[in-house]
Nanobody, 124 residues
Framework: QVQLVESGGGLVQPGGSLRLSCAAS????????IAWFRQAPGKEREGVSC????????YYATSVRGRFTISSDNAKTTVYLQMNSLKPEDTAIYYC?????????????????WGQGTQVTVSS
């Protein structure tokens, strides 16, 4: 059974950091791209970052490039999103998702399995 479980969200002040984790089970990360998406109240779900399984190529939304880093552990069971220099506009529910392919694609339609999400709130 494919399962993705996010953790690591919380309340942080502007300029602070959080590290999100996405624990995968029921499949191997070697065969699928994994992405982080986020959804703020009243807004559409948007892609934040993605890591391809073929060559570990990484991709970032313009709004987070230089502040966020996606990575996976050596055991290939967990994908992380290190978030630095957080801003109030980063406030959202963050979801990890398994891609339909090894390579990252844009848009939610390219991802078939989703976690339940973890809340990130950036506020003073």
């Amino acid at each position: 059974q494919v399962q993705l479980v996010e953790s690591g969200g919380g309340l942080v002040q502007p300029g602070g950091s959080l590290r999100l984790s996405c624990a995968a089970s029921g499949f191997t990360l070697d065969n699928y791209a994994i992405a982080w998406f986020r959804q703020a109240p009243g807004k559409e779900r948007e892609g934040v970052s993605c890591i391809s399984s073929d060559n570990n190529a990484t991709y970032y939304a313009t709004s987070v490039r230089g502040r966020f880093t996606i990575s996976s552990d050596n055991a290939k069971t967990t994908v992380y999103l290190q978030m630095n220099s957080l801003k109030p506009e980063d406030t959202a529910i963050y979801y990890c998702a398994r891609g339909l392919y090894r390579l990252c694609v844009s848009g939610v339609s390219g991802f078939g399995s989703w976690g339940q999400g973890t809340q990130v709130t950036v506020s003073s």
